[in-house]
């Protein structure tokens, strides 16, 4: 969990690379972390990275079906995709 804080952090100030670095080692350690998937997406999302977006989320809603943040961005994201092709 302490991986996932710090990438928490690291997203929080804008160092993404770092961010996301630690939610790989997150995820390495922990592949069923539904909130490391998520924040995945979103930083991903802030990236400018829909497509990629929408794989995280979707990895969440896998692990944790009633994520109501991860739904949402999955229902965004695929509005997305079919309006303009991600």
Excluded at 21 to 32: I, S, Y
Excluded at 45 to 69: N, T, V
Aim: hydrophobic share 40%.
């Amino acid at each position: 969990e302490g991986w996932n804080k710090r990438a928490t952090l690291y997203y929080l100030v804008g160092e993404f690379e770092r961010s996301i670095a630690d939610v790989e080692r997150t995820l390495a350690l922990e592949p069923r972390h539904f909130g490391a998937w998520s924040g995945l997406g979103m930083m991903f999302e802030s990236m400018g990275s829909p497509k990629h977006a929408l794989e995280a989320y979707r990895e969440a809603i896998e692990i944790y079906p009633r994520m109501q943040q991860a739904l949402a961005a999955e229902k965004r994201l695929s509005k997305l995709a079919e309006g303009q092709g991600l």
